[in-house]
T-cell receptor
């Protein structure tokens, strides 16, 4: 069976510090991968998606970046965090090929920028 | 992506059926109707999806209007664990499209279940 891991579960970082969130998927190959962010009391916003290694598309301009160094590894990074980067970050995967395939979400990382 | 409209909140009693409505008047012929739910402090969870015909699975049923401009998620017997935010989302079915299956979440419906 497939599983998705995210870490850390919670993170408190000062403004201006770097960020690295990691997501890994087990039990499938060549998945589509996604990063979402949910600000407090709001819906989820898609940040990045990837259909393959080193193939990243950005949905929203921001000071975040994403990388996919391996087939089942997706990393969200920032060089300098802003207060507005606080939120609940969720990684998700889906089978490739059909765009209507269901997405499976990880447990999320709750980031607080102070 | 075509937009959906859902009530902000709904309430139900435990073990009663719940009908969660969704309007999507601008739906295109290739859009699938997806439902996800998000429990507190967790990531969203897939519930069900359909195109034209009504669908049933172990979690819920999806009733789709004949003109496809609205749909209803049906929880047959609500439990306290069904309390969550329910999202109705339209997704393109074209695998060659540029959306790559991304989900566009609205505000959803907050379902409260009373014991």
């Amino acid at each position: 069976s497939q599983t998705i891991h995210q870490w850390p579960a919670t993170l408190v970082q000062p403004v201006g510090s770097p960020l690295s969130l990691e997501c890994t998927v087990e039990g499938t190959s060549n998945p589509n991968l996604y990063w979402y962010r949910q600000a407090a009391g709001r819906g989820l916003q898609l940040l990045f998606y990837s259909i393959g290694i080193d193939q990243i598309s950005s949905e929203v301009p921001q000071n975040l970046s994403a990388s996919r160094p391996q087939d089942r590894q997706f990393i969200l990074s920032s060089k300098k965090l802003l207060l507005s980067d606080s939120g609940f970050y969720l990684c998700a995967w889906s089978l490739s090929g059909r765009s209507y395939n269901e997405q499976f979400f990880g447990p999320g990382t709750r980031l607080t920028v102070l | 992506d075509a937009k959906t409209t859902q009530p902000n909140s709904m309430e139900s009693n435990e073990e009663e059926p719940v009908h969660l409505p969704c309007n999507h008047s601008t739906i295109s012929g290739t859009d699938y109707i997806h439902w996800y739910r998000q429990l507190p402090s967790q990531g969203p969870e897939y519930v069900i999806h359909g195109l034209t015909s009504n669908v049933n699975n172990r979690m819920a049923s999806l009733a789709i209007a004949e003109d496809r401009k609205s749909s209803t998620l049906i929880l047959h017997r609500a439990t306290l664990r069904d309390a969550a935010v329910y999202y109705c989302i339209l997704r393109e079915s074209n695998a060659g499209g540029t959306s790559y299956g991304k989900l566009t979440f609205g505000q959803g419906t907050i379902l409260t279940v009373h014991p």
